[in-house]
């Protein structure tokens, strides 16, 4: 990742978008990553390390499908569900649009912390730069200057 792993929210923020919109309405309760990438029009393996990278949002099952695939359901939906544990048929309603509107302000915030953030550290990483090149400019301008006094000394004699 470009600005490290601190970074996630501004490099994911297109499939975090795309995925909390879906879930927050699919009429299925969990989907596992490759069926979900398909209906989204995204790569698996992308869909996938999105969902396992923020477990914060989106809530990895412990039952899995046929192939060994997880399934996976945003926290919220789920903490909606109107009975029992996952193995029993619990009814998911979709994502009220206050609480999707929520967690979209929620990643859109944080991407763009990180944003601001690279933006100042590039910053100060130019300032650092700039002030080392005038302390060089500075000290080579006295190291003329020194020069200068050195030879007038010695032509003057």
Same mark, same amino acid.
């Given at each position: ?14 499939? $975090? ?19 979900? +990438?398909?209906? /989204? ?8 390390? %999105? ?13 899995? *499908? ?23 048929? @619990?009814?998911?309603?979709? $994502?009220? +649009?206050? /609480?999707?509107?929520? $967690? $979209? *302000?929620? %990643? ?7 944003? +601001? ?17 005038? @302390? ?10 020194? /020069?200068? /006094? ?8």
């Amino acid at each position: 990742m470009p600005g490290g792993t601190e970074d996630r929210y501004s490099e994911h923020l297109d499939v $975090l978008t795309a995925l909390i919109t879906y879930m927050a309405f699919t009429k299925n309760k969990s989907r596992t990553p490759r069926p979900l +990438a398909m209906d /989204i029009s995204l790569p698996p393996e992308v869909v996938e390390e %999105v969902l396992n990278a923020f477990p914060g949002i989106f809530r990895k099952s412990r039952n899995v *499908d046929d192939k060994g695939a997880h399934f996976y359901t945003i926290h919220a939906r789920y903490a909606m569900r109107k009975s029992g544990p996952e193995d029993e048929e @619990a009814e998911l309603p979709e $994502l009220r +649009a206050e /609480i999707m509107k929520v $967690l $979209l *302000d929620f %990643v859109v915030g944080n991407a763009r912390s990180e944003q +601001a953030r690279r933006h100042l550290e590039f910053q100060v990483d130019a300032a650092t730069k700039n002030a080392k090149f005038a @302390a060089f400019v500075a000290t080579l301008a006295a190291v003329i200057s020194l /020069i200068g /006094i050195f030879v007038t000394a010695l032509l003057g004699k």
